[in-house]
């Protein structure tokens, strides 16, 4: 388990051992897990907005196109 990406918009954690990416989107307060090739889309996608990214605003337009598939609730325990 690593901690890809905390900041104020998301929240990532890869599972390498299992190729799956957990993801939480704090502003909505929900998430998905990602496996196999959505994974590995999700982390070059996430990699090519982090070298591009200028300001937070990048981020959340561009997790917005997830949006629809993140529908579990997230729970802090």
Request: charge should be negative; glycine fraction near 4%; hydrophobic fraction near 45%.
């Amino acid at each position: 388990m690593n901690v890809v990406l905390n900041n104020p918009v998301l929240y990532v954690v890869d599972y390498p051992n299992l190729d799956a990416v957990e993801v939480i989107d704090k502003r909505r307060g929900v998430g998905a897990l990602f496996r196999d090739e959505a994974a590995r889309r999700f982390r070059r996608e996430l990699r090519d907005v982090a070298e591009a990214a200028t300001e937070m605003l990048d981020f959340e337009n561009w997790i917005a196109d997830y949006g629809t598939l993140m529908t579990q609730p997230a729970i802090y325990h």
